[in-house]
């Protein structure tokens, strides 16, 4: 990335940032980009929900990555910490900082970041530029109403453990991206799009709140992150390895025994961990099906502390572990 020294500082961010004309509508935007700091106004009867997360070159994303996926997965990366609340998000600052200037990089980047972020009403409203290691980080703000916000702690025994779409995909994914082949099948170039473009799952987040006892979303791998849900919880979980949601596109490109590793331990699929009782998870099913998407019971929540696995009715242990890191 090289720098174009005509670009200062608000230069870049008015060309490539700041929205022309007033906020939208609605948005509870009273003061936005500009100032020293953006005035918002929550609607009345609701909690603040904010999350802020960095993504950084050869971290999350590879050297070279097209900088319109990196900017979608910035704001990806948000939206599903909102959606593991069940909040609806509503604003967003950036803190991008930056090896250069380079205009087209820019260009993209911005596009990937905010087409995301209108697809689900969140304004832009803030933020700093620095030079330096290509490094972004986004927070996102939103809302629920009082008292519903989702949380880890609230599972109970006796609930169903369940997932949104399917797991191991982004790993899958990023594996292929690391060893390109020379001609790529359909399959695996769906599987590198898991991993380039997230999918937020805002819209089950909110249907999932009242509903779901608990929840989080699976940015570490299950097995790394399906024990911080138990914990949190006090309670004991089990799964069946063998009812895990897996792709074809995953099952026909690498196989079962190494679909289930990436399943257990890829993360980054930024799909839905759910606890629900069993009376109420045939109407999150429902609306699941309504976004035309899956959703799979997996396992359950029982008394006691711990994650025990079973694989066809035997006792398994994984071979793979979450991602950490500073392990």
């Known amino acids: 990335m090289s720098m174009e020294p005509e670009f200062g500082e608000f230069d870049l961010i008015r060309r490539f940032f700041l929205k022309r004309g007033a906020p939208r509508r609605g948005s509870g935007v009273l003061l936005g980009i500009g100032d020293d700091a953006a005035l918002l106004e929550l609607p009345q009867g609701t909690d603040l929900v904010a999350t802020v997360d960095t993504v950084v070159c050869g971290t999350h994303f590879l050297e070279g990555a097209d900088p319109r996926s990196i900017g979608h997965r910035a704001m990806a990366v948000n939206l599903s910490d909102m ?90 994914g990023l594996a292929l991206l690391k060893k390109p082949a020379a001609r790529l099948t359909a399959q695996a170039q769906a599987l590198i799009q898991r991993f380039n473009y997230p999918t937020p799952r805002v819209q089950l987040g909110i249907a999932a709140r009242g509903v779901a006892g608990a929840a989080m979303d699976l940015s570490d791998g299950l097995v790394g992150d399906l024990p911080k849900l138990a914990l949190a919880s006090g309670v004991a979980a089990h799964v069946a390895i063998e009812k895990l949601p897996l792709s074809a596109a995953m099952l026909d490109t690498i196989g079962i025994e190494q679909a289930r590793d990436w399943a257990l331990a890829g993360g980054e699929d930024f799909e839905m961990l759910l606890a629900i009782a069993p009376d109420r998870f045939p109407a999150l099913k429902r609306s699941a099906d309504q976004l035309n998407l899956t959703l799979t019971p997996i396992g359950e929540l029982r008394t006691g502390a711990g994650v025990t696995w079973s694989l066809n009715g035997n006792d398994f242990v994984p071979s793979v572990s979450g991602y950490d890191h500073f392990a």
């Open 83 to 172: 959606a593991a609340m069940g909040a609806t998000p509503a604003w967003a600052t950036l803190a991008l900082t930056l090896p250069g200037v380079e205009a087209s990089w820019l260009e993209e980047f911005a596009a990937g970041l905010l087409q995301l972020g209108a697809e689900h009403a969140v304004e832009l409203v803030g933020g700093d530029t620095t030079r330096g290691p290509l490094t972004v980080s986004v927070q996102i703000m939103g809302h629920v109403p009082h008292g519903t916000a989702l949380r880890r702690s609230g599972a109970a025994a006796g609930d169903i453990l369940a997932v949104s779409g399917t797991l191991g995909d982004a790993a899958a």
